[in-house]
């Protein structure tokens, strides 16, 4: 097999002058070695989108590495430059987790930033997400960036940009940089660092951000009472190894397990196959643990911080995992039932959730004559709407299904640490109830109605896979069937048209969100069937949402057990 006369001008592009010697030695092999590897490397620029960039790190344009890197800095730096003419010297917080390379990377943003006259405040290690966004705010800062790729496997790094909010980029600022970084070649890149425009910040900056977080306590009288509540934790390697057991001791609780081996800061993640802790297998090792020490609670947080899992133990002694959509709902029912027995709602608090996220957090918060606005999917949409009503409404809290929360508007993102802190707070409650929190979700289901939740996710890949999910969506969007489940279908909610049809009524109704290729419908009972193609992955995304009546506890397994059953019956019909 030969190699492409494109992808070889594309690599010979990137010998010579404008790259180090270890860059030329490295496209040199590639060149003289499979041509499959070399096209996999330089096939493509590797794309700097919405939420930044994120890909496999090595040499070549379709890579993470120095001068990818150093092009997305130097458009950043450009447009920070352009959007405050009036700053003599802008600012920037960088911080990176735990993968290879990142502190790499971000030593690479914080020399090409401090090269344009940027001053750069740099974490003195590996810190979490939601601290870069608290740190953007409190340091007055034009903008930051974490050099992350999440839960990805760990031949990935990535880099997040947030904006002077604390949030990461929204319109037009996501757009306008993502044409700034496409302007720049390699050799426009001034990697030449000005270090006395670079600041570092150590454990003192730690600080001030738990003292923040620990104000946001809503019960610390009972957290006395119970500050044995037996709690392991994991960071499974990550960024949270230290802030989450520093954090939960400022609330007051004292009997926090570690553990030891998922303590070492390790970019290879090696004691798990995924970082993932929305996926049992990594509970593991802290499951065990769990079962050593008589644990109350079990979290874990993924590598970035900003994500958390929950297991607890059940009345069978058995540990379950709370899922995404069923942590939000405890987590906004405490929250919010604490804030009306302190007396402090007032009238102007809203929560805010994304449009796949369970519509049972909107039951909850009109119980409470809380406003509850939907966003699209994505924890920027929410930092978005705190930005819109800073001032002038209050926020309590947001979360989505996909395992991210946060509580009170110092950090502008989904913040693990403080979602640690308020789900042992919640458990406390629940056990001076003589409760768990799994027992408490039982409640909160009999008060207002059981929703069951699911997510397929299907893979596509290549050119054939696009135009397949392509298809899919203009067959669900030109054709939509007028039952599901022996079930009438009775909205249609379109994103990308921005209308929601009311067929019963026959009324079209326009929908206040930017324009989104996410097609919703809904039946007659209230089930919600969400499709939604990836932006960045050769996906298609269902999301399910079913809901019932739970009259009595007793009765919820069954329950339960019937609304999964109405889920397989829906995915049969539209055979997916």
Known sequence: MGHDTEILKRAKAWLGEAFDEETNDAVKKLLEGDPEALADAFYRDLEFGTGGLRGIMGIGTN???????????????????????????????????CRNNSELFTNIAADVLSANGIAVYLFDALRPTPLLSFAVRELKSQAGIVITASHNPPEYNGYKVYWDDGGQLVPPHDKNVIEEVRKVEPEQILFGANPSLITTLDETFDAIYIEKMK?????????????????????????????????????????????????????????????????????????????AVDADLVMATDPDGDRLGVAVKNQNGDYELINGNQCAVLLTYYVLEQWKALGKLRGDEYIVKTIVTTDLLSEIAANYDVECFDVLTGFKYIAEKMQLFEGKKRFLCGGEESYGFTVGDYVRDKDAVISCCMVAEAAAWAKEQNKTLLDLLVDICVQ?????????????????????????????????????????LARIIDYQKGTDHDLFLDETHPVDLPKSNVLQFILEDGTRITMRPSGTEPKIKFYFSCKIGLDKADAYENRRNELKESIKRIRRDLEI
């Open 215 to 291: 104000s946001l306590s809503l019960n610390p009288d009972l957290i006395s009472k119970h500050n044995d509540l037996r709690i392991v934790f994991t960071p499974i390697h990550g960024t949270t190894v230290r802030l989450v057991p520093e954090t939960l001791k400022a609330y007051g609780f004292r009997s926090v397990y570690n553990v030891p081996e998922q303590d070492v800061v390790d970019g290879n993640f090696s004691t798990v196959e995924s970082p993932n802790p929305e996926e049992r297998a990594a509970f593991d090792m802290a499951l065990a643990k769990a079962s």
């Open 448 to 488: 207002y109605n059981l929703y069951v939740e699911d997510l397929i996710s299907i893979t596509k890949k290549g050119q054939k896979g696009a135009n397949e999910i392509r298809e899919m969506m203009d067959r669900f969007r030109n054709n939509p069937p007028k039952t599901i489940d022996n079930k009438t």
């Open 63 to 97: 890579r993470m590495n120095k001068y990818t890197v150093g092009m997305a800095t130097q458009g950043l730096a450009n447009y920070i430059l352009k959007s405050f003419p009036d700053i003599d010297r802008p600012k920037v917080v960088i911080a990176h987790d």
